[in-house]
């Protein structure tokens, strides 16, 4: 397997000029890695990083969990970026630290995704064994350390993982990302046991082929599909007893190399 990692700037640097967001899309596409096993999310947040340095987290600190596996999403941060030449610098130094953290065997996935408010950019799957170390590991990316990007990670428990063998990391593929909300009500034990049966058939169905339980936060359920019928996924997803309560359910576009979700 080619052990290259990358990740598009589009899915990296909150709303820089499209020219240039475009070039990026085709000097960082090449690759995305897959992942070995998430779920459970809480938001991690505000405090001092390794070493001193500004945080990279969003929201409450919370500590590491289950067996140390983080769910982050990337979040846009500050604006006005412009300057083409130190863009790309950027955006190499983005890619090198994706690469690194991979062949240290820290990074088990990435991918940009489509946010249609283009606040969420992207996905990446690490272990780390307190988050004040995840923090580090994005001390190097200038997008993270200035705050272009910011990290709104969560320990994970895994359900159905992303697929790590027989990748074909020479081209993407474009699937879907869907997030089932915690909605305002917490589920009773039978709801809660109710809605794990049904996305247990729904996956060995084969309508989602990966599922992360969140642990805490806004989104309870994270699942990927092939299917890029957003309105079947949508269907599929209507009796979970959550949604019959009013919790949203959001189907965005995802990309991963080919194979990483089968």
């Known amino acids: 397997m080619d052990r290259t990692m990358t990740m598009t700037t589009t899915a990296t640097i909150a709303r820089a000029p499209a020219r240039w967001l475009?070039?990026?899309?085709?000097?960082?596409?090449?690759?995305?890695v897959a992942a070995a096993g998430l779920g459970g999310c809480a938001s991690v947040g505000v405090g001092e990083a390794p070493g001193g340095g500004a945080s990279v987290f969003t929201g409450e600190l919370r500590p590491a969990s289950r067996d140390a596996m983080w769910f982050v999403f990337l979040e846009s941060g500050k604006t006005g970026f412009t300057e083409r030449t130190a863009l790309e610098a950027m955006q190499r130094g983005?890619?090198?630290?994706?690469?690194?953290?991979?062949a240290e065997k820290k990074l088990l996935a990435a991918g940009p995704l489509k946010d249609?408010?283009?606040?969420k950019r992207g996905i990446v799957v690490v272990k780390a064994?307190?988050?004040?170390?995840?923090?580090s590991y994005f001390q190097p990316d200038q997008y993270v350390r200035e705050g272009y990007l910011k990290?709104?990670?969560a320990p994970a428990l895994v359900n159905r993982a992303l697929a790590t063998e027989g990748l074909d990391t020479s081209a993407m593929e474009e699937v879907r990302i869907v997030q089932v909300m915690r909605g305002d009500k917490v589920l009773?034990?039978?709801d809660a046991a109710a809605q794990r049966a049904a996305l247990q058939r729904l996956v060995d169905q084969g309508t989602f082929g990966a599922w992360y339980t969140l642990e805490a936060g806004p989104v309870a359920e994270v699942l990927f599909s092939k299917n890029r019928d957003d309105k079947a996924l949508q269907t599929a997803l209507?009796?979970?007893?959550?949604?019959?309560?009013?919790?949203?359910?959001a189907v965005w576009g995802q990309w991963f190399a080919k194979g990483v979700l089968r």
């Open 238 to 249: 209507a009796g979970l007893p959550a949604v019959k309560g009013g919790a949203p359910v």
């Open 22 to 32: 475009a070039h990026a899309l085709r000097m960082a596409a090449l690759a995305a």
């Open 129 to 135: 064994p307190t988050q004040q170390e995840l923090g």
């Open 188 to 190: 009773g034990a039978a």
């Open 94 to 102: 983005h890619i090198a630290n994706f690469q690194r953290l991979f």
């Open 116 to 119: 249609p408010t283009e606040f």
């Open 151 to 153: 990290l709104n990670a």
